[in-house]
């Protein structure tokens, strides 16, 4: 898995990490169907150009987990909560998928068969072989993992060759830049680096896991039209995140 296809040439197969809050567009809660509308066009044009895309989507559109543990919910409720939630964005992603002429398979890390499917992984792979994007929902099934941990474990299980994560920020930077205009913006990083300065990007565990499975991970805005489709064909965008990085 070099950082050099991450960094550059179209990858053979990528998972896409969408959070949920990339659904909302102007709302403050739900799905706009117009956002939706652009991800899965980008992303069922990335998967005519050949690439096999999987998609990891959170829930936080429409219930935050964290959030409601924060007042008091007991954790693991909430963080159940969340799983729902993003079952729905699923639903909402393989039917704009399928409208953008992208055949899409849901499977679920917790069993409802009768909306979607289990998630398994040798099936998952099957599917993407055969031309299909796969939308993984309920994060890993567990509490207390965030969809970015469900992401990378799920990426590392495919044999993916990069995580695109899918954000409101174009990388990876050395402050928060909505408090401190001068932050710097890396182009690429280390894992270690992320971890031990306790950047935000990504959770430690999610970090943690990449690096143990030296795992790319591209970290970029995804509110700029047609940014999805640059970062499923390998253009160097946001932040990119791997190996320690020479200095
Ligand atoms: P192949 O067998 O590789 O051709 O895959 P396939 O997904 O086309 O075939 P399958 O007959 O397994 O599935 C047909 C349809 O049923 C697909 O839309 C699947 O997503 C759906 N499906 C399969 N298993 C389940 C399940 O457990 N629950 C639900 N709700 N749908 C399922």
Same mark, same amino acid.
């Given at each position: 898995?070099?950082?050099?296809?991450?960094?550059g040439?179209?990858?053979?197969?990528?998972?896409? =990490?969408?959070?949920?809050?990339?659904?909302?567009?102007?709302?403050?809660?739900?799905?706009?169907?117009?956002?939706?509308?652009?991800?899965?066009?980008?992303?069922?044009?990335?998967?005519?150009?050949?690439?096999?895309?999987?998609?990891?989507?959170?829930?936080?559109?429409?219930?935050?987990?964290?959030?409601?543990?924060?007042?008091?919910?007991?954790?693991?409720?909430?963080?159940?909560?969340?799983?729902?939630? #993003?079952?729905? &964005?699923?639903?909402?992603?393989?039917?704009?998928?399928?409208?953008?002429?992208?055949?899409?398979?849901?499977m679920?890390?917790?069993?409802?068969?009768?909306?979607?499917?289990?998630?398994?992984?040798?099936?998952?792979?099957?599917?993407?072989?055969?031309?299909?994007?796969?939308?993984?929902?309920?994060?890993?099934?567990n509490?207390?993992?965030?969809?970015?941990?469900?992401?990378?474990?799920?990426?590392?299980?495919?044999?993916?060759?990069?995580?695109?994560?899918?954000?409101?920020?174009?990388?990876?930077y050395?402050?928060?830049?909505? =408090?401190?205009?001068?932050?710097?913006?890396? #182009?690429?990083?280390?894992? #270690?680096?992320?971890?031990? &300065?306790?950047?935000?990007?990504?959770?430690?565990?999610?970090?943690?896991?990449?690096?143990?499975?030296?795992?790319?991970?591209?970290?970029?805005?995804?509110?700029v039209?047609?940014?999805?489709?640059?970062?499923?064909?390998?253009?160097?965008?946001?932040?990119?995140?791997?190996?320690?990085?020479?200095?």
């Amino acid at each position: 898995m070099s950082t050099e296809a991450a960094a550059g040439g179209v990858p053979r197969r990528a998972l896409l =990490k969408l959070s949920g809050e990339a659904l909302l567009g102007e709302r403050k809660y739900g799905i706009d169907p117009e956002i939706a509308r652009r991800i899965a066009g980008e992303a069922a044009e990335a998967h005519r150009e050949g690439t096999q895309v999987a998609i990891v989507v959170g829930g936080g559109n429409i219930f935050r987990g964290l959030a409601a543990a924060s007042r008091g919910m007991d954790r693991a409720t909430a963080d159940y909560m969340g799983m729902l939630a #993003t079952v729905m &964005n699923g639903l909402a992603l393989q039917d704009a998928l399928e409208q953008a002429g992208a055949p899409t398979r849901v499977m679920s890390a917790i069993a409802m068969n009768e909306i979607c499917e289990p998630y398994i992984k040798r099936r998952a792979v099957r599917h993407l072989e055969k031309g299909r994007v796969v939308v993984m929902v309920a994060g890993t099934g567990n509490p207390y993992f965030t969809t970015d941990t469900a992401a990378t474990l799920r990426a590392v299980e495919i044999g993916a060759e990069v995580i695109l994560k899918a954000t409101r920020v174009d990388g990876v930077y050395d402050a928060d830049p909505e =408090k401190q205009p001068d932050a710097r913006r890396y #182009t690429r990083i280390g894992y #270690t680096e992320v971890l031990s &300065n306790r950047l935000q990007a990504l959770d430690a565990t999610a970090v943690s896991l990449a690096m143990d499975n030296r795992m790319p991970i591209v970290v970029f805005d995804m509110t700029v039209d047609g940014n999805i489709l640059r970062a499923l064909r390998g253009e160097v965008i946001g932040t990119l995140i791997s190996d320690e990085v020479p200095a």
